[in-house]
């Protein structure tokens, strides 16, 4: 499994972004998926994740702002970020994984990450 990840750009406060990541492989249709995001010196953060079935969750952080989705037919998952703010700045890394009893465990499938300025 191969995820590529885009969309990452300069946007300044309270602007919209909408991240990509385009899965290869036939598995991403059964598998929990999710977006991380990491600044430098800082552990990645889990941001969000969507499962097979649809069903979300979302870091308190990110909650009522970012919207992620999935589009099985294309193997894409997107996040919807809007009004950003200048601590969202990061990169974001999307992931493959699963998600049970309320945790998520990731794989070694790591989309090779976008980079987000909030910025004005």
């Known amino acids: 499994v191969q995820l590529q990840a885009s969309g990452g750009g300069l946007v300044q406060p309270g602007g919209s972004l909408r991240l990509s990541c385009a899965a290869s492989g036939s598995i991403f249709n059964s598998k929990t998926m999710a977006w991380y995001r990491q600044t430098p010196g800082k552990q990645r953060e889990l941001v969000t994740i969507?499962?097979?079935?649809?069903?979300?969750d979302y870091a308190d952080s990110v909650k009522g702002r970012f919207t992620i989705s999935r589009d099985n037919a294309k193997n894409t998952v997107y996040l919807q970020m809007n009004s950003l703010k200048p601590e969202d700045t990061a990169v974001y890394y999307c992931?493959?994984?699963?998600?049970?009893?309320?945790?998520?465990?990731?794989?070694?499938?790591w989309g090779q990450g976008t980079l987000v300025t909030v910025s004005s």
């Open positions: 969507i499962t097979s079935g649809s069903s979300t």
């Open positions: 992931n493959l994984g699963s998600y049970h009893a309320g945790y998520y465990y990731p794989t070694n499938y």
